[in-house]
C-alpha cells in the first residue's frame, strides 16, 4: 500500500507541478468552483423537468438521486473511513490555487458527483457522452492541478461515481418494467 502511495504522491506532484501552465491557472480554478456552476446547473435541472417531457423528468429525479446518494455515502461514510489527508496538508510545493480545507481528501466529491450525473446522463442521452465525459474528466482534473486531491482520490470517485450511477439506473430499469408489466396486466 505504501508503494501506491508513494506512486500517487509522484503522479500528483506531475499534474499538479510539471503541468503548470497560464491558460490553466486560470480555466482549472473556475471549473472545480461550483459558485461559477449553480445558475447554470440549476437552469439547465429545471429545463429537463419542465421542457424534457417524461424522459426529461426521469432524469431531472434520477439525478437529484444518483447525487444524493453519491455525495452521502462519499462524505458521510467513505471520506471518515479513508479518513486521507488532502495534499494540500501535507505535501510541500503544491502549487495551490483555491482555499485547502481541513475536509478528507479520499475519495474526490467533485469527481463522484460529476460522475454519478454523467453516467446517468449518458444513459438517457447516449449522442451527448463524449461531451459528458470530457466535462467530468475535466472537473475532475482541475481538483488535482488546482492542489487539493491526489490522482487516486479523483479514480475513487469516479468509480463511486459509476457504482452509484449503475445501481440507480439499473434499480429504475427493473422498476420500470415490472410498473409496465402490472400496467399491461390490468
Same mark, same amino acid.
Given at each position: 500500500?505504501?508503494?501506491?502511495?508513494?506512486?500517487?504522491?509522484?503522479?500528483?506532484?506531475?499534474?499538479?507541478?510539471?503541468?503548470?501552465?497560464?491558460?490553466?491557472?486560470?480555466?482549472?480554478?473556475?471549473?472545480?468552483?461550483?459558485?461559477?456552476?449553480?445558475?447554470?446547473?440549476?437552469?439547465?435541472?429545471?429545463?429537463?423537468?419542465?421542457?424534457?417531457?417524461?424522459? &426529461?423528468?426521469?432524469?431531472?429525479?434520477?439525478? =437529484?438521486?444518483?447525487?444524493?446518494? @453519491?455525495?452521502? !455515502?462519499?462524505?458521510? +461514510? *467513505?471520506?471518515?473511513?479513508?479518513?486521507?489527508?488532502?495534499?494540500?496538508?501535507?505535501?510541500?510545493?503544491?502549487?495551490?490555487?483555491?482555499?485547502?480545507?481541513?475536509?478528507?481528501?479520499?475519495?474526490?466529491?467533485?469527481?463522484?458527483?460529476?460522475?454519478?450525473?454523467?453516467?446517468?446522463?449518458?444513459?438517457?442521452?447516449?449522442?451527448?457522452?463524449?461531451?459528458?465525459?470530457?466535462?467530468?474528466?475535466?472537473?475532475?482534473?482541475?481538483?488535482?492541478?488546482? &492542489?487539493?486531491?491526489?490522482?487516486?482520490?479523483? =479514480?475513487?470517485?469516479?468509480?463511486? @461515481?459509476?457504482? !452509484?450511477?449503475?445501481? +440507480? *439506473?439499473?434499480?429504475?430499469?427493473?422498476?420500470?418494467?415490472?410498473?409496465?408489466?402490472?400496467?399491461?396486466?390490468?
Amino acid at each position: 500500500m505504501e508503494t501506491i502511495l508513494n506512486l500517487d504522491t509522484q503522479f500528483f506532484y506531475f499534474l499538479n507541478l510539471k503541468l503548470q501552465n497560464h491558460i490553466f491557472d486560470f480555466a482549472m480554478p473556475i471549473l472545480t468552483d461550483l459558485s461559477y456552476w449553480r445558475i447554470p446547473l440549476a437552469i439547465a435541472w429545471i429545463s429537463l423537468i419542465i421542457f424534457g417531457k417524461r424522459k &426529461g423528468r426521469i432524469v431531472g429525479i434520477l439525478l =437529484v438521486v444518483v447525487v444524493a446518494i @453519491g455525495d452521502q !455515502v462519499c462524505n458521510q +461514510i *467513505i471520506k471518515p473511513w479513508a479518513a486521507r489527508i488532502r495534499p494540500c496538508n501535507v505535501l510541500e510545493g503544491v502549487h495551490l490555487l483555491i482555499n485547502c480545507t481541513k475536509s478528507f481528501s479520499f475519495p474526490s466529491s467533485h469527481a463522484v458527483n460529476l460522475f454519478s450525473g454523467c453516467i446517468l446522463l449518458s444513459c438517457f442521452y447516449r449522442r451527448l457522452t463524449i461531451l459528458f465525459l470530457l466535462v467530468a474528466l475535466l472537473v475532475s482534473y482541475s481538483r488535482i492541478y488546482v &492542489g487539493v486531491h491526489y490522482p487516486l482520490d479523483v =479514480v475513487g470517485g469516479m468509480v463511486l @461515481g459509476l457504482v !452509484v450511477s449503475l445501481v +440507480i *439506473i439499473i434499480t429504475y430499469n427493473s422498476l420500470e418494467k415490472y410498473v409496465l408489466k402490472k400496467e399491461i396486466k390490468i
